[in-house]
């Protein structure tokens, strides 16, 4: 097992729905080797669970930070370090 693989949950919030936020975070997370889900929540925010190794899922991080579409604009965003890992694909969950 890669010691190097962390897990994240981060939630986005601001405008990210509706943007092309999700599409957009599969394409960053394809790049960069990540794998997960991303999924728009009922309060308007969206929830990303990404795993990957630290120095890519420090990237991918920072780019959802700095928002993936130049249409949405993060204004918060939560990310709690969890031991879960996800293993293969980046995909949408409804």
Do not use: C, H
Not at 11 to 20: H, K, L, M, T
Not at 36 to 44: A, F, H, L, Q, T
Not at 70 to 77: G, M, T
């Amino acid at each position: 097992m890669n010691d190097k693989i962390q897990t994240v949950k981060m939630n986005a919030s601001g405008r990210v729905q509706g943007v092309g936020f999700r599409w957009s975070t599969i394409q960053l997370a394809e790049s960069l080797n990540i794998s997960g889900w991303v999924k728009n929540e009922i309060d308007g925010s969206v929830s990303i669970l990404a795993s990957g190794e630290s120095e890519n899922l420090a990237q991918f991080i920072q780019k959802i930070k700095n928002s993936p579409t130049p249409f949405a604009k993060v204004k918060s965003l939560q990310v709690n370090y969890i031991a879960k890992r996800v293993n293969k694909g980046f995909n949408v969950k409804y």
